[in-house]
């Protein structure tokens, strides 16, 4: 059944909100006038520019001083607080544009209709500053146009305006003179851009036939002078882009389609967005594209246009996109009472995209990896990938567009919000268990080792100098486990009640994290004053428990929390108890709320001792440590545990502690048994669930990068060793065990159709597991020549891109009598590639991440390879980031050396990718004397690099400041 409601609780209101939207969708529809501007992009920086041609003759640009200056001036980056925030004193509530696109150059007119902000007292006295890059955007022409079709007033520099690096003033005397003269100031602009030179990727630029943009987070002032930040949300009421018609036969933009027309060789296209929306969320498109089409009906009954573009030879990897965006906007519907608000919903597909997807209102921009998928080519995680992703820009319709961010440092006001939505989403589609461990496992991996470096920050900032660097896994991961611990503080309907105030109080504004705060505490009458020091603080806190059984039968838990925050946190531990004799749950999931620095929690009337099973569900993103340790505990939940997150995170932790004293030389026998004990049990389990991936995640060992973050001083060939050590007495104590097991899957899986459902997934997930363990038995010529036969069957065989994957990483790694399966596999597989892109990456990044002991030289040798190219950032991350995440492979001088090299070329290209690439070398107090020395040295070369981006000097500077 769907719901009645459409957004809030309460039909009125509901009404109301929607029937608002709709009035406003129609009125923008039936104004057609007025042709406008065009906005483009280009130019590298450094370019000089006098004298330029555009619609109608040369003339002269009007920044071309201050572009000449900044080319010429390497000042230090500047830093941003945000305490320094301030509203700005004069709003832009509507703009129109033109964008005329010509091979070479795009000319973008802008009208701007400028409206003081009430909420300025002193507005009058204000300047206002538009953001624009001079390198890129060259300024043409600048006016005022009379709002009753009078004269226009052609601005003069030094007496109306002023112009800086990346800023145009307008200054409170003009502003306020023309104010007094109509309601509304109305800005026009002309500037001409060059999509093709942008490499950076970042405003309007060409991905290979394609004109499209990335304004998110600064790229808008690349197209044009504007008000560049989120809480200017201005109306754009209406878009026109005209192309040739033969090139560019599909024009977007965001919103409704008004108007379209044919001129001959050009054609044009008219778009209208009723809604206000930041800049950030501004988007065109101009291309020649396939599409697949669709519909959707609202709970209200009314039809949406789904879209779906991309380029025509991969227009038959796009229909899982359209299944999981339809299985987004029904969910959103059913669980949040949300409804689409357009008539069209599009999504394009880019090649070249330097993040996973972007929410532009109605035109969502995808790189192509989180939307193309086909079984050819996908494995199942590319599938999992793509429906998640779907589903999070989708939901960003109502979390961060219809209500977004005041300022960039409340980022994962929408950012974690969103994450939370898109995993209740994914686990709500296939298995909420496995959901949650595979995004504890990614917030362990990659956002506890973030806390733990120079780029350290709180989940809302308190300065940047490139905004560009804070797209991390603490905004969006960590943010999102602050959101899921307000959903298990309320519960699911007073979280509900809370989204529910939220949207009602700020749909159509820019706001922070503390309006999202006090709606869920307005909402539930809670009092989250404390709670709110999770938004300003770094670093992942520690929780300690101890405990004692009395025998009267009260049971004391006491836990202790440490942070870097000046006060206690808030933090909710979910608990539940076992009788230490049966393993019956005596205490159900119970939320305890910490609050004080140490409190204890007693439980009476028990029959007999229990074990704990605290942080059930991971309840909060901290890190949990047993005063004392205590093995047999853990070994008891491993089997016994009711929550299936802590039962498998009780074997992760007998794994680890087997590893570690491996590590160490110092194996116990007690937990090598405790250890095959749990493996052999959960594997003959597998036999009686159908939830095979939650049975395949037990049977896995913690990856390298999680065990690296446990220790202080991380050692990456030691790690690999002892965890390579523990792998194969497993596999040798097991092996008939799992050899049996791969064939009982093997033959489950004949004659079945390819599917991407949960049991699918998950067979084939357990089958692979297997696989990896009988493959890591391979230290005899014999046991080789096996573990090589076996791999290259399952590649053969593969029935889809899932197994021929899992095979092709354990033939990737394989030497001596293996060698010549392991080149033949890699071989076949690019063969097979035929040029797909997609496939190249894995390609690549399969070989930059095997064990052979000559990867760093096999992975230089593949940059030189004619598929290889710095330009575009999937490619960069499918070798160079691949081959950082090679722990015992990257860690060493020679490791180093290469990826500065790598770095110092790249960074003039994207400075983005760069900067993120950067973050390997940060750690370098985590590593022995040597290892630190060479990465630090690596870190000074770059801060000393000539033209060095903003966004690698923020993270180089970080990584070396003491």
Not at 9 to 23: E, F, H, I, L, V
Not at 860 to 869: C, E, Y
Request: negative net charge; proline residues 4%; charged residues 25%.
């Amino acid at each position: 059944m769907l719901p009645s409601r459409t957004g809030f609780t309460g039909g009125r209101a509901n009404q109301s909100r929607y029937a608002q939207g709709r009035r406003s969708a129609s009125l923008a529809a039936i104004t057609r006038t007025c042709r406008v501007p065009t906005t483009g992009f280009g130019f590298s920086a450094g370019g000089s520019f006098s004298a330029l041609t555009t619609r109608g003759g040369s003339t002269t640009a009007l920044n071309s001083v201050v572009a000449d200056a900044t080319a010429e001036k390497k000042d230090t980056p500047v830093e941003f607080f945000r305490k320094d925030y301030a509203p700005l004193p004069y709003l832009v509530s509507k703009i129109h544009m033109d964008f005329y696109i010509e091979n070479g150059k795009t000319t973008v007119t802008s009208k701007m209709f400028i409206k003081s902000n009430p909420k300025v007292g002193d507005y009058e006295a204000q300047d206002l500053v538009l953001d624009g890059d001079e390198t890129c955007v060259k300024l043409l022409s600048l006016k005022f146009d009379d709002a009753d079709g009078g004269e226009s007033y052609d601005l003069v520099e030094g007496k109306d305006y002023e112009l800086a690096p990346g800023k145009l003033i307008l200054k409170a005397d003009t502003l306020s003179t023309f104010a007094k003269k109509s309601d509304a100031i109305m800005l026009s602009t002309v500037v001409e851009i060059v999509p093709e030179k942008n490499t950076a990727l970042s405003g309007m630029y060409k991905s290979g036939t394609m004109y499209c943009s990335q304004c998110e987070a600064m790229g808008f002032r690349r197209i044009t002078y504007y008000p560049d930040r989120p809480d200017n949300m201005a109306i754009y009421e209406r878009v026109r882009i005209e192309a040739a018609k033969d090139e560019y036969p599909n024009l977007l933009s965001n919103g409704n389609r008004v108007e379209s027309g044919d001129l001959g060789e050009r054609h044009y296209a008219v778009w209208s967005d009723p809604f206000p929306k930041p800049s950030y969320l501004f988007c065109i498109v101009a291309g020649n594209l396939s599409s697949i089409k669709d519909s959707y009906t609202t709970t209200s009954g009314r039809e949406v246009k789904l879209e779906i573009f991309s380029e025509p030879d991969n227009v038959n990897k796009l229909d899982y996109a359209m299944e999981s965006l339809k299985k987004s906007m029904k969910w959103d519907e059913d669980v949040y009472g949300l409804e689409y608000d357009l008539d069209l919903f599009n999504i394009v597909a880019v090649n070249d995209f330097n993040m996973g997807a972007m929410e532009n209102k109605g035109l969502n921009v995808f790189n192509t990896a989180y939307v193309l998928a086909s079984p050819e080519s996908a494995t199942d995680t590319d599938y999992e990938l793509v429906e998640g992703v779907i589903g999070h820009e989708y939901f960003h319709n109502w979390t961060g567009n219809r209500v977004t961010c005041k300022d960039w440092f409340q980022l994962t006001l929408k950012e974690g919000l969103t994450v939370f939505r898109d995993q209740e989403f994914s686990g709500d589609m296939n298995s909420k268990p496995v959901k949650r461990i595979e995004d504890v496992k990614s917030l362990r991996g990659r956002q506890f080792n973030e806390d733990s470096s120079p780029m350290a920050h709180p989940i809302r900032p308190d300065s940047y100098i490139s905004m560009d660097n804070f797209y991390t896994a603490t905004v969006y991961s960590k943010g999102a486990e602050v959101i899921r611990m307000y959903h298990t503080l309320l519960g699911k309907e007073g979280f509900r009640k809370g989204m529910d105030l939220y949207f009602e109080r700020h749909d159509g504004q820019a706001v922070s994290c503390d309006d999202f705060r006090m709606a869920m505490a307005d909402a539930n009458g809670k009092d989250l004053d404390q709670f709110a020091l999770w938004y300003s603080t770094p670093g992942t806190p520690t929780l300690t428990y101890s405990t004692n059984y009395d025998k009267d039968g009260t049971y004391s838990l006491t836990l202790k929390q440490s942070s870097e925050a000046s006060e206690p946190l808030h933090i909710p531990v979910a608990v539940g108890l076992l009788d230490k004799e049966t393993g019956e749950e005596v205490v159900p999931t119970t939320i305890l709320e910490l609050k004080e620095m140490e409190q204890t929690f007693t439980f009476d009337n028990l029959k007999g001792d229990v074990v704990p099973s605290l942080l059930r569900d991971f309840s909060a993103p901290v890190k949990l440590i047993a005063e004392e340790e205590n093995k047999d505990a853990i070994a008891f939940l491993a089997a016994r545990d009711t929550d299936g997150f802590n039962k498998w995170e009780a074997g992760q932790q007998l794994y680890t502690s087997l590893i570690f004293q491996t590590l160490d030389n110092a194996a116990s026998e007690q937990t090598l048994e405790m250890v095959l004990e749990a493996f052999g049990r959960t594997l003959q389990d597998s036999k009686e669930t159908t939830d095979y991936s939650i049975s395949a995640y037990a049977l896995s060992l913690p990856n390298e990068s999680t065990l690296a973050e446990q220790m202080e001083i991380i050692q990456p060939t030691s790690i690999r060793r002892a965890r390579g050590t523990v792998k194969k007495q497993i596999a040798r104590k097991f092996k008939a065990e799992l050899e049996l097991r791969y064939q009982e899957l093997t033959e489950s899986m004949k004659g079945k159709p390819f599917s991407v459902n949960a049991v699918s997934i998950g067979r084939r997930r357990l089958r692979n597991v297997c696989l990896e363990y009988l493959c890591s038995i391979n230290e005899t010529d014999e046991e080789k020549y096996q573990a090589a036969d076996l791999a290259t069957s399952h590649f053969k065989n593969a029935t889809g891109m899932t197994d021929k994957m899992a095979a092709l990483n354990a033939l990737a790694s394989m030497d001596g009598v293996g060698a010549a399966a392991r080149d033949a596999a890699i071989e076949q597989f690019y063969q097979d590639a035929n040029g797909d892109a997609l496939l190249l990456n894995k390609w690549f990044s399969v070989q930059a991440l095997s064990h052979l002991d000559d990867v760093l030289e096999r992975v230089k040798k593949l940059t030189q390879h004619p598929d290889f190219t710095l330009s575009n950032p999937n490619r960069c991350r499918s070798l160079l980031g691949a081959f950082a995440m090679n722990l015992a492979a990257y860690h060493t001088p020679e490791g180093y050396k290469f990826l500065a090299d790598q770095l110092e070329k790249l960074d003039p290209i994207n400075p983005q990718i760069s900067s993120r690439l950067t973050g390997n070398l940060i750690q370098w107090r985590r590593h022995d004397e040597e290892r630190g020395a060479s990465m630090k040295a690596q870190l000074e070369r770059l801060v000393n690099m000539d033209g060095i981006s903003k966004d690698m000097y923020e993270v180089v500077s970080r990584g070396l400041k003491d």
